[in-house]
Structure formats: structure tokens, C-alpha cells
């Protein structure tokens, strides 16, 4: 048990300590924790595009090129992972782990910030500090690390909380009012979800001085700022007003059903507990103050509800979608949180309650990750590249057969641009078996190794010839093509030189833009007979040279 003097000696150095230091250190202890639980993470999802689009033309192009652009995404204008990835993938090429220390090093900044935005509106430096613990706690920090597509929403929150830190109860100057501008703009082109930005500073703007002319100011300097990302954004589209998959803003979210709505409101308890039991703690003891800055950080969450798999596949996607209010939901709870961490200082309890708040903390986050680490590391695409990654050198001069589920088949050509031994990935189960057997491993659905012996039995080159309607094409941001398979078949497309396949004889969405000179490769089977035709060029935008 401390002495009441070593107590007041440790709140001395507290104190004294610079509070970004102070901030920054606690952080950076509290996240770099996490390292060691997801030392197994690999490139997952849309890594390997991303590193692909990235490599292939540089850190700047795609921000200007519209049809450079476009072969990342035709719905989201974020071209600040590109460049992310780009510089990542040059220093740490094929490497995973630093892409990992990455992303905890992001949300160790992120927390600072937040931090230091607590503690500027609270005036404590301890309602700073709880905030930092609030932010660990919720367990979707945990799976954000581990996905690394997800790293420019923490970039965004980066710009978010600088733009914030520079607005509030600050002189509003010109140049300040142009650092605003920049940093809104930044975070906006980090992710959509940080427009929500600018009605905030806004407000903040007002509190401070009503309606006198910095207001108006700032006000004029932010419309300014969203007419150019507006326009930008537009012009690297393509003009396509649509936002995901959705046709209008909030098409998709009148349609969820009540039972994702539970089973997503069950999730959120289960990985941001403590923070909504501290929410409850300061709703009671402290209502005026929270509900009057709650909706401040509740609007960051309508930018993701016109997404619908942010609730209907919360387990994939909530973790970045709400991100930003999660952050904002921090800021307000521990900005409430003075009163309560005043009684507990004059009860000198504060170095018990610590420890409890950081041992529910760090044992909540182990005990998700070992359960999250289970579920990701048997899917079939995790089993195959950890598989890929481990022996690359050795699998140089072979050719790998990839189940049609496969995602990860860009990283053969991230390995090419990086001069880096991988082997050849396919889904064309003749190419395969036309290598010698020493040149040659398959899988299966669930990432096992497949014996060429069942394999020969499965590829049967005897299929018949699917009735073909329309060649795959590519036309004003929509890939399509359609074909009329014989009965008890079905038939796709494979992607030839990214290893990706689309088993649908029908196909007509919106998605990104092929590669200049971007091959396929029709198909046809019944899992035992297959039938492929021979590879051509995406008809249509796709076949374009770049200039």
C-alpha cells in the first residue's frame, strides 16, 4: 500500500511531466502490449490490391489520375493508403510484423491526441490519462491493428484531432484558418467519415465566438474546403455519386433487419464494456455535461450507416466504420470524467483504481485476442498465404492451385514488383497438373494441402463449353459479363494475372477498374469436369495504355 507521501510524490512528477510526453509514453507502453498478440497477423482482405494499385504507379499518380485511381476503388475516394503502402512496402517489403508495429504506432499517436483533447477541455490531466485507458479498452483497437487496409482511418483520426486541438479556444488567424482547411481536407481524403469534421469545427468556432466574423471565416474557408474535395472526389470517380453499394445515402440501412441490429448492439456491449459502463458512471453523476457534447461525437457515426454491412457484418466491418465515434465517445466520457476522479484523488484510491481499470483492460484485450487469433487463423486465406509467406524462397519455381475462395492472389505481383521469390498462383486446375509433380502443390476450400492423386480425380478436362452471351467488359465504373452454362454447371471468370476468381455465370457491379491490359480466363464445371477457355484482355476502359 502507498504512503500518503509517496502518493503525493508520484502526483508531483505527474504533474511535472509534460503532458504530450506523459501522454505519449502511457500510450505507446499500452498499445506496443499488443504486439506480441498479434505477432501472427499477415497481409489479409484488401492488402494485397491495395499494395498492388500502390506499386504500380507510385505514392502521388493516383491521387490525380482518375483511371490510375479507379483500379483501387470507383465508390471511395481514400487515396492516402496508397501512399502509405507504397512507402511501407519499399522499406518493409513482404514483410507483415512492421506493417503491424505500424498500425500500433498510429493509434499510440491517435490516443496521445486524444489525450491532449481531453485534457484541454477537462483542464485535468488525469481525465487525460483515463482516456487513454477508455481507448485501449475497446477491443476493436485490437482487430484494427491486425488489419492493415484500415490504416488510413487512423490517419484521418490523426488529421481529425490536430484540426480539432488547432480550433478549440484558439485565436482564429488566417493562417490558422488555412491549417484548418488543410487538415480537414487530409482527413477527408484519409476516409469519407471525417466530413463529418467540418460541421464540428464549426460548431466549436461558435461556442467560441458566436456568430462574429472569425466564425464566418472559418465557416467560408471550410465550404470552401469541401466544394474542392467535393469536386475532386467527383472528377476521380468518375462522377459516380453512388457510396459503396448503395444507390442513395441511406438506401441500404432501412432494410436491416432487427435481428442484425441486435446481434450488432450485443457485439458492441461485448468489446467496448468499459466504456459504456464509465458512460453510465457520468451520465448519472454528470448528465448536463455529457448529453450536451454526446451528439458531437454520435454524428461520426452517420457517415457508416449508409453502409449497411457496418451492422448487418459488424464482426468484418464496425471496427473501422464507428471508429471515429468510438474516439469521439473517449473524448466526451473522459472530458466528464473530472468530478469522479477528483473524489477518488481525495480518497487516495487512485493507484487501486488504476491497476483495476488497466488489469480489466489488458486481460479483456488477451483474452480477445486469443479467441479473435482462433477465428482468423483457420480461414482458408490466412492458412495459405501464412503457408506462402513461410517457405517464398523455396516455392520460387513452383506453381501454387488456389481454391476459388482465394482473395490474396496480388500478392504474386507485389512480389514481382518488389523483386521478391513467390511462386506462380493460379486457379486452373490443368495449368496445374501440366507441372511436374516437384513444381506443383494444390489446396483445398479450407486452406489443406491436396494430394495431386484427389486432384487429378476433381479435374476432369472433359467439360462442355458454356454458352457465352457477353465477354467480360469493363464500362463506365461497372464490370460485367454474362454466360448460360450447360445443366448441373456453373461458370465464371478467373482473373488471370491477380489469381482471383469469380465463380457467377452473371455478373454486373460496380467494382474497381482492371489493370491496362488486365487478362481473364473463362470457365466452366461441375467441381469434377472443367472446361477453360483461352485467356484474353478485359474489353472495354480496362484495355487502355497508360499514357
Not at 64 to 71: G, L
Not at 146 to 154: I, N
Request: aromatic share 12%; glycine share 6%.
Amino acid at each position: 500500500m502507498q504512503t500518503p507521501a509517496s502518493m503525493q510524490q508520484l502526483s508531483q512528477r505527474l504533474q511535472s511531466t509534460p503532458s504530450w510526453l506523459l501522454f505519449l509514453i502511457c500510450s505507446g507502453i499500452l498499445y506496443l502490449s499488443l504486439f506480441p498478440l498479434l505477432s501472427w497477423g499477415i497481409f489479409t482482405e484488401d492488402d494485397s490490391h491495395i499494395m498492388r494499385v500502390a506499386l504500380d504507379y507510385g505514392p502521388i499518380l493516383p491521387w490525380f489520375d482518375a483511371a490510375r485511381y479507379q483500379e483501387l476503388s470507383v465508390a471511395n475516394f481514400t487515396p492516402l493508403p496508397l501512399s502509405l503502402y507504397y512507402l511501407l512496402s519499399q522499406l518493409f517489403p513482404m514483410r507483415p510484423l512492421f506493417f503491424v508495429l505500424f498500425m500500433l504506432g498510429m493509434l499510440t499517436i491517435v490516443s496521445t491526441l486524444t489525450a491532449l483533447l481531453v485534457q484541454r477541455l477537462s483542464a485535468s490531466k488525469l481525465s487525460g490519462l483515463a482516456s487513454i485507458v477508455l481507448l485501449f479498452s475497446c477491443q476493436t483497437t485490437l482487430t484494427l491493428a491486425s488489419r492493415f487496409y484500415t490504416m488510413h482511418y487512423l490517419v484521418g483520426a490523426v488529421f481529425a484531432l490536430l484540426a480539432v486541438l488547432l480550433c478549440y479556444r484558439q485565436a482564429l488567424t488566417p493562417l490558422r484558418i488555412g491549417g484548418l482547411m488543410l487538415l480537414a481536407l487530409l482527413a477527408m481524403a484519409s476516409k469519407e467519415v471525417y466530413v463529418m469534421l467540418l460541421p464540428l469545427l464549426v460548431y466549436l468556432a461558435w461556442h467560441q465566438y458566436r456568430a462574429g466574423r472569425e466564425t464566418l471565416q472559418l465557416l467560408g474557408g471550410l465550404l470552401v474546403t469541401f466544394l474542392i474535395y467535393w469536386l475532386w472526389r467527383s472528377v476521380m470517380l468518375g462522377g459516380s455519386p453512388a457510396l459503396g453499394q448503395e444507390n442513395s445515402y441511406f438506401a441500404g440501412f432501412w432494410n436491416i433487419p432487427l435481428a442484425a441490429w441486435a446481434s450488432f448492439l450485443i457485439w458492441y456491449v461485448q468489446t467496448h464494456y468499459l466504456l459504456l459502463l464509465t458512460a453510465l458512471i457520468v451520465l448519472i453523476l454528470n448528465p448536463r455535461t455529457v448529453l450536451s457534447r454526446l451528439p458531437l461525437a454520435l454524428m461520426f457515426a452517420l457517415p457508416g450507416l449508409a453502409v449497411t454491412h457496418g451492422i448487418v457484418d459488424h464482426t468484418m466491418h464496425a471496427d473501422r466504420i464507428f471508429f471515429a465515434m468510438n474516439t469521439g465517445l473517449v473524448v466526451v466520457i473522459a472530458a466528464s470524467l473530472g468530478p469522479v476522479l477528483a473524489r477518488i484523488a481525495e480518497r487516495r484510491q487512485l493507484g487501486v483504481a488504476s491497476v483495476v481499470l488497466l488489469a480489466v483492460s489488458v486481460a479483456g484485450q488477451a483474452s480477445f485476442a486469443a479467441s479473435y487469433r482462433q477465428v482468423v487463423t483457420e480461414r482458408a486465406d490466412y492458412r495459405i498465404t501464412r503457408y506462402i509467406l513461410d517457405r517464398a524462397p523455396a516455392l520460387a519455381q513452383t506453381t501454387v492451385l488456389l481454391p476459388m475462395n482465394y482473395i490474396q492472389g496480388d500478392l504474386m505481383r507485389v512480389a514481382s514488383k518488389l523483386e521478391r521469390p513467390w511462386p506462380q498462383l493460379t486457379q486452373n486446375c490443368e495449368l496445374a497438373l501440366a507441372r511436374e509433380p516437384e513444381n506443383m502443390i494444390a489446396f483445398d476450400d479450407q486452406g489443406a494441402l491436396l494430394e495431386r492423386a484427389v486432384l487429378t480425380e476433381r479435374c476432369s478436362n472433359n467439360g462442355p463449353v458454356p454458352q457465352i452471351d457477353q465477354e467480360p467488359q469493363f464500362s463506365e465504373g461497372i464490370l460485367s459479363w454474362s454466360m448460360n452454362p450447360p445443366p448441373g454447371f456453373t461458370a465464371g471468370v478467373l482473373f488471370i494475372d491477380r489469381a482471383f476468381a469469380v465463380p457467377l455465370p452473371q455478373f454486373a457491379s460496380q467494382l474497381v477498374r482492371p489493370a491496362p491490359g488486365e487478362r481473364y480466363q473463362v470457365f466452366a464445371t461441375n467441381w469434377q469436369q472443367w472446361w477453360f477457355g483461352e485467356p484474353a484482355v478485359i474489353a472495354g476502359e480496362s484495355s487502355q495504355e497508360i499514357e
